[in-house]
């Protein structure tokens, strides 16, 4: 069985905000927000059926067994990267819940590090019925995903994955607005 790291565990009392007590976040709250971008559908949804601790102990302990059996003597390096950049991510990537699951979290656990980001504040772009306050670019210099279908952004940066994140509130909360993996169109205010 695979006991946690403690990393993982990221609120041990209450925290206080605004005056409020807010509960701290269960185990498997946690791993949820910590592991959302690793588990397929199924294997989410047999996480979601957990009850225990001790349950979800030992599926954490399968799963990264299975990563170690299906990446041939790389398991404990993807491992050992994941845990780098989950430490990265919950550091400096917030969400509206405190540090669960927001947009940039999730593609940084993903492809890591992007090879560039460009920042751009007071954009005045009306999006969405709100006027966005920044954004952020993400470039990695990696082949994008390969589909039949063609976006907009395909014809700009061709084998490049990128992604743009708005802060919308002003809050320092990015959320994703545009993604070379989505085959959705973009508005090309975006892009300027």
């Given at each position: 069985?695979?006991?946690?790291?403690?990393?993982?565990?990221?609120?041990?009392?209450?925290?206080?905000?605004?005056?409020?007590?807010?509960?701290?976040?269960?185990?498997?709250?946690?791993?949820?927000?910590?592991?959302?971008?690793?588990?397929?559908?199924?294997?989410?949804?047999?996480?979601?059926?957990?009850?225990?601790?001790?349950?979800?102990?030992?599926?954490?302990?399968?799963?990264?067994?299975?990563?170690?059996?299906?990446?041939?003597?790389?398991g404990n390096?993807?491992?050992?990267?994941?845990?780098?950049?989950?430490?990265?991510a919950n550091?400096?990537?917030?969400?509206?819940?405190?540090?669960?699951?927001?947009?940039?979290?999730?593609?940084?656990?993903?492809?890591?590090?992007?090879?560039?980001?460009?920042?751009?504040?007071?954009?005045?772009?009306?999006?969405?019925?709100?006027?966005?306050?920044?954004?952020?670019?993400?470039?990695?210099?990696?082949?994008?995903?390969?589909?039949?279908?063609?976006?907009?952004?395909?014809?700009?940066?061709?084998?490049?994955?990128?992604?743009?994140?708005?802060?919308?509130?002003?809050?320092?909360?990015?959320?994703?607005?545009?993604?070379?993996?989505?085959?959705?169109?973009?508005?090309?205010?975006?892009?300027?």
């Amino acid at each position: 069985m695979c006991k946690l790291n403690v990393r993982l565990i990221s609120i041990a009392a209450i925290t206080i905000y605004l005056g409020c007590a807010i509960p701290p976040k269960t185990l498997k709250e946690t791993i949820l927000d910590d592991m959302y971008p690793l588990f397929s559908e199924n294997q989410l949804d047999a996480f979601k059926s957990l009850n225990s601790d001790e349950q979800i102990n030992k599926y954490l302990g399968d799963f990264w067994q299975e990563v170690d059996t299906l990446s041939r003597f790389r398991g404990n390096l993807i491992k050992a990267e994941y845990f780098k950049r989950l430490e990265y991510a919950n550091a400096h990537f917030p969400d509206h819940r405190g540090w669960g699951r927001s947009d940039r979290k999730r593609i940084y656990l993903i492809y890591g590090p992007p090879e560039s980001i460009e920042r751009n504040v007071n954009t005045g772009i009306q999006l969405r019925g709100s006027t966005v306050k920044s954004i952020e670019t993400w470039l990695y210099w990696t082949s994008a995903k390969i589909t039949s279908l063609q976006s907009y952004g395909d014809n700009i940066h061709p084998g490049v994955k990128k992604f743009i994140f708005g802060d919308i509130e002003g809050s320092g909360i990015y959320t994703i607005l545009y993604s070379s993996e989505d085959i959705s169109d973009i508005d090309v205010r975006l892009y300027n």
